[in-house]
């Protein structure tokens, strides 16, 4: 399964992105998809999950500024990111549990937002 992230950017702090990632196989399959991001010089770290069923978790710097969803009709997942600050810098990536279980990571977008 290929997992391509794009929408990233260059854009101020409090500015928004909103970030895509569309799998080559059919989203129904994944019960969970998650974004990861990694900023330089920095461990990898999950930003926020959505079950199948649109449950959705984030990580505590991310609260209540990143939504994340999920389209199905679209095999598409989504990203929004408001009130961006600098240290939400580095490159966004779209996963789910199974390929990080074999260390499958596709291309991820870069953002970067610049105080």
């Known amino acids: 399964v290929q997992l391509q992230a794009s929408g990233g950017g260059l854009v101020q702090a409090g500015g928004s992105l909103r970030l895509s990632c569309a799998p080559s196989g059919n989203i129904l399959g994944f019960n969970t998809m998650t974004w990861y991001r990694q900023a330089p010089g920095k461990q990898r770290e999950l930003v926020a999950a959505?079950?199948?069923?649109?449950?959705?978790s984030y990580a505590n710097s991310v609260k209540g500024r990143f939504t994340i969803s999920r389209d199905n009709a679209r095999n598409t997942v989504y990203l929004q990111m408001n009130s961006l600050k600098p240290e939400d810098t580095g490159v966004y990536y779209c996963n789910t549990p199974s390929q990080i279980a074999l260390g499958l990571w596709g291309q991820g977008t870069q953002v970067t937002v610049s105080s």
């Open positions: 959505i079950t199948s069923g649109g449950s959705a």
